[in-house]
């Protein structure tokens, strides 16, 4: 074995060691791990899945509507006459009859090829939907680490200004300073630890938020990731938005519904041509057959039909309207996420300015405090200013996060797929694969059956 090779096994089995010596204690969660916990356990999710399944049994009971529909009937009877002598009669007969439209001008064709969009655009809304779900998992995540340290840091100011007062109170007993300092001290205290309070507040709300989004209670959180990749300018984004978002390819789908729709209202003008057979077997062994072809038209159905085809049009019209509102929605929204990315990083720039110079000057008034050129208030504000420094850089850098990926959700970007997780994803087409020819038995049906069993609900 060369040295070359020998290197790779041999940081293998260091890193093997490593991970074997570590405490038992509990990994802290990461962002991905909050994401995934979020996707598996989102009941949303599940709700639009279902939907999207029922959407596709539409498109199998379109295809049934252009199969024969077979029917059997029995009936049997019994009559009594009132005549002398009386006469009693049984009767009873056996009917199996099959009827099929032979042409009806592709009304039962344009009505599966709408069931079909349909299915497609419900595709897009559930995508959106789990971009909803992850960028409600990523504040949750965030504004529980944000939480935290809003409490870490105000645990630390009660704790400073608490030394704060007890070193005025010992300044106090020899005379260096007032009874004023001492109570000024006190109050800040108070304050503080009502800022303590309201931080406690926030996080423990933030832990229920966390629940509803991601499906259990934080325990220790990793620190926040570094940003993802993003496009190059604002115009890339929204190049990317057009063509990739899930709510404006929902609208396309849903415009050449309503164009297929108008179609559809036009068709049912024309004629249609039905066939039917039937077999009947009576009692005493009379047996009849008949076969039969149908045509029929309606003339006049009271303004109906052209009602329905003014609809249609109208319809086309609105869902040609709405996706161009949904293209200039979706510009919007891209245009707002980048500004915000670019005031969030230019505050927080500006606020490590901030607490470097406070921590400066809180330190230089804490020294001037102990020669007598400062008063304890003097401290108090300065330690104060700090703290809101410190605070504001905490919430700043949580929105920036947050802002990341509301920047993808616009770009259509936010799902499982594209952040490469590394988990397996529901797959949209596995039940529509299953009963898109509206399987009754037969190997078909055993394959629906595997589906069910696949995503758990048979």
């Known amino acids: 074995m060369t040295r070359k090779t020998l290197k790779p096994i041999v940081l293998a089995a260091a890193a093997t060691f490593g991970m074997m010596m570590q405490p038992l204690a509990a990994r802290a969660e990461t962002l991905s791990d909050a994401l995934v916990s979020a996707y598996r ?7 639009n899945r279902a939907a999207l399944r029922a959407a596709d049994e539409d498109v199998a009971g379109a295809v049934a509507a252009l199969r024969p529909v077979l029917q059997w009937s029995a009936d049997y009877g019994y009559s009594k006459a009132d005549l002398k002598p009386t006469a009693d009669r049984v009767t009873g007969s056996m009917t199996l009859a099959a009827q099929m439209t032979l042409f009806d001008f592709g009304r039962h064709q344009l009505a599966l090829d709408i069931k079909k969009e349909a299915v497609l655009a419900t595709r897009e809304a559930l995508r959106s939907v789990e971009q909803s779900v992850l960028l409600s998992a990523i504040s949750a995540y965030t504004s529980v680490k944000s939480s935290a340290e809003q409490v870490a840091i105000n645990e630390n100011s009660v704790r400073v200004i608490g030394e704060e007062l007890k070193a005025a ?12 300092d001492v109570s000024q001290a006190e109050a800040q205290l108070a304050a503080a630890r009502a800022s303590l309070a309201a931080a406690r507040g926030s996080y423990e709300v933030a832990r229920e938020s966390y629940k509803a989004a991601i499906g259990h209670y934080p325990g220790s959180i990793a620190a ?3 940003a993802p990749q993003l496009p190059k300018s604002v ?10 978002h899930p709510a404006v390819k929902q609208v396309q789908h849903n415009v050449t519904m309503a164009e297929l729709g108008v179609s559809a209202a036009a068709a049912e003008r024309m004629p249609k041509v039905t066939g039917s057979l039937s077999y009947n077997y009576a009692e005493g ?3 009849t057959e008949s076969a039969g072809i149908a045509l029929s038209q309606t003339l006049y159905s009271g303004g109906a039909l052209p009602a329905a085809h003014r609809q249609a049009l109208a319809s086309r019209d609105k869902a040609r309207a709405t996706l161009s509102q949904t293209g200039v929605e979706l510009a919007q929204g891209v245009a707002q996420a980048w500004a915000q990315i670019d005031v969030y990083r230019a505050q927080m720039r500006a606020y490590d300015e901030q607490i470097q110079a406070a921590s400066i000057a809180y330190d230089g008034v ?12 003097d401290v108090l504000d300065a330690e104060q200013d700090l703290l809101d420094a410190r605070a504001s850089r905490i919430d700043a850098e949580a929105q920036l996060q947050v802002a990341y990926y509301q920047l993808l959700s616009a770009m259509g970007l936010l799902t499982v797929e594209d952040l490469k997780l590394g988990i397996p994803t529901y797959d949209p087409a596995a039940y529509y694969n299953a009963v898109r020819n509206a399987p009754y038995t037969s190997t078909q049906g055993k394959s629906l059956d595997r589906v069910l069993q696949a995503i758990g609900k048979n």
Do not use: H
């Open 41 to 47: 356990n989102s009941n949303l999710l599940e709700q």
């Open 169 to 180: 109170q010992d300044r106090f007993e020899v005379g260096e300073v007032t009874k004023t």
């Open 224 to 226: 926040l990731p570094n």
């Open 235 to 244: 115009g890339e984004a929204t190049s990317i938005a057009q063509r990739n």
């Open 285 to 287: 062994g009379y047996a």
């Open 366 to 377: 804490k020294e001037e405090a102990t020669l007598g050129a400062r008063t304890t208030l």
